[in-house]
């Protein structure tokens, strides 16, 4: 399993399926996500610089944040 570094130039990324949530807008407000290959993480980008760099996540990580957003546990960052 290779690892990625934090800030990695996407253009240093192996080809990857970016995707972004439904509730994106037209305007670009929004990350995207995409599963690294061989179980290497998850890498996250700036929708609004497709070319910029990327956060790289393990898979653990990425859950614990996914599941901390659903039990609310950011809601006070929208307040």
Not at 26 to 41: I, K, Q, R, T, W
Not at 57 to 76: K, Q, W
Request: overall charge neutral; charged content about 25%; aromatic content about 6%.
């Amino acid at each position: 399993m290779k690892r990625f570094r934090n800030g990695i130039p996407v253009n240093e990324l192996p080809a990857v399926t970016w995707q972004k949530s439904r509730r994106s807008n037209p305007s670009g407000n929004c990350v995207e996500c995409a599963v690294l290959p061989d179980g290497a993480g998850i890498a996250v980008r700036n929708s609004r610089d497709p070319e910029g760099p990327a956060l790289v996540y393990t898979r653990a990580e990425i859950e614990a944040f996914i599941l901390g957003a659903r039990d609310g546990d950011f809601d006070n960052l929208l307040a």
